[in-house]
């Protein structure tokens, strides 16, 4: 059985009214993913992303921020443990947000699980690792963050 693998483009543009005029935004990303075998093989994605923005914002002085050009890119590889119902991850990151943002470059290590005997619980859990990013924590050690979800199957009928 061979793992499947996808590859793609996405984006998006628009326009907001915003106090100084009308704001024009636009993305561009492309992706890559391998799932993982049942047979043990990690699966990983790649994304890269870039974002156009005609109006920021301000600086702290008020004054607006020139148009700006921002791009992103995540590498991330996952593995499947308890036949499927945890997936363990590792993603780094680098985004440079340009004038207003500067960049951030750091790593996170992910766990997306079911709860055991419920198939509809699912948690998630991340940690955000790395010196030099704005993902770390103020203290240079991790942050944490984690979610719990519940998904619901939807039956729809129709009378015949």
């Given at each position: 059985m061979?793992s499947?693998?996808?590859?793609?483009?996405f984006?998006?543009?628009?326009?907001?009214?915003?106090?100084?005029?009308?704001?024009?935004?636009?993305?561009?990303a492309l992706?890559?993913?391998?799932?993982?075998?049942?047979r043990?093989r990690?699966g990983?994605?790649?994304?890269?992303?870039?974002?156009?923005d005609?109006?920021?914002g301000?600086?702290?002085?008020?004054?607006p921020?020139?148009a700006v050009?921002?791009?992103?890119f995540?590498?991330?590889?996952?593995?499947?443990?308890?036949?499927?119902?945890?997936?363990?991850s590792m993603?780094?990151?680098?985004?440079?947000a340009?004038?207003?943002?500067?960049?951030?470059?750091?790593?996170?290590?992910?766990?997306?699980?079911?709860?055991?005997?419920?198939?509809?619980?699912?948690?998630?859990l991340?940690?955000n690792v790395?010196?030099?990013?704005?993902?770390a924590?103020?203290?240079?050690?991790?942050t944490?963050k984690?979610?719990?979800w519940?998904?619901?199957?939807?039956?729809?009928?129709?009378r015949?």
């Amino acid at each position: 059985m061979r793992s499947p693998f996808e590859a793609g483009i996405f984006g998006s543009s628009g326009s907001l009214p915003v106090s100084t005029g009308i704001d024009q935004y636009s993305s561009t990303a492309l992706y890559a993913q391998l799932d993982p075998s049942p047979r043990g093989r990690p699966g990983f994605f790649v994304a890269y992303q870039r974002e156009r923005d005609s109006s920021p914002g301000a600086d702290p002085n008020g004054n607006p921020y020139p148009a700006v050009d921002s791009r992103g890119f995540s590498v991330e590889g996952f593995q499947l443990f308890l036949r499927g119902h945890l997936v363990v991850s590792m993603r780094h990151d680098f985004n440079d947000a340009g004038i207003t943002g500067g960049t951030s470059n750091g790593n996170a290590i992910n766990a997306a699980f079911t709860i055991p005997g419920t198939p509809y619980l699912h948690g998630y859990l991340e940690a955000n690792v790395g010196g030099n990013s704005a993902l770390a924590g103020a203290s240079g050690g991790p942050t944490w963050k984690g979610m719990l979800w519940l998904t619901l199957p939807v039956v729809l009928k129709t009378r015949s």
